[in-house]
C-alpha cells in the first residue's frame, strides 16, 4: 500500500520561499504521477501541480506558474516542491498525492482528486503579508 509523508511548510513573510517534500514508500516511484493539491481555511481542495511519471511532464495550475517548481528525486523516492515568490493567498495546507499510471494507458484528469488514490497527511503554510 503506497504511503506518502509530506514535511516541510512552515510560516514565510510574502515573497519568501518555502519548500515541501513528500516521500514514497510501498510502491514503484517512477510508476506513479506524483501531484500536489491544498487546501485554503474555508475553501474547497484545489490541484496545484502535478509530474508524470514517463517523460516527466508536469502541469501547473496558473497561480503558481513562475513561482513553484516541482521535482521528483527518484533515488530518494521523493517529490519536491520549492515554493517561491509567496502570497498570503498561498496559505492552505498542501496535500502530496500519487496515482499509477501505466504506459500508454489511457487518459485521466489530472486536476481532480478522485484520480489520485493515494495522499499524504498534509503539511501546512502560512504566508504572513
Known amino acids: 500500500q503506497v504511503q506518502l509523508v509530506e514535511s516541510g511548510g512552515g510560516l514565510a513573510q510574502a515573497g519568501g520561499s518555502l519548500r515541501l517534500s513528500c516521500v514514497f514508500s510501498?510502491?514503484?516511484?517512477?510508476?506513479?504521477?506524483m501531484a500536489w493539491f491544498r487546501q485554503a481555511p474555508g475553501k474547497e481542495r484545489e490541484f496545484v501541480v502535478v509530474v508524470r511519471p514517463f517523460g516527466g511532464d508536469t502541469y501547473y495550475t496558473n497561480s503558481v506558474k513562475g513561482r513553484f517548481t516541482i521535482s521528483r528525486e527518484r533515488a530518494k523516492n521523493t517529490v519536491n516542491l520549492q515554493m517561491n515568490s509567496l502570497k498570503p493567498e498561498d496559505t492552505a495546507v498542501y496535500y502530496c498525492?500519487?496515482?499509477?499510471?501505466?504506459?500508454?494507458?489511457?487518459?485521466?484528469?489530472?486536476?481532480?482528486?478522485?484520480?489520485?488514490?493515494?495522499w499524504g497527511q498534509g503539511a501546512e503554510v502560512t504566508v504572513s503579508s
Open positions: 510501498g510502491g514503484t516511484f517512477g510508476d506513479y504521477a
Open positions: 498525492a500519487a496515482r499509477r499510471e501505466i504506459l500508454f494507458g489511457g487518459s485521466y484528469d489530472y486536476h481532480s482528486q478522485t484520480s489520485y488514490n493515494a
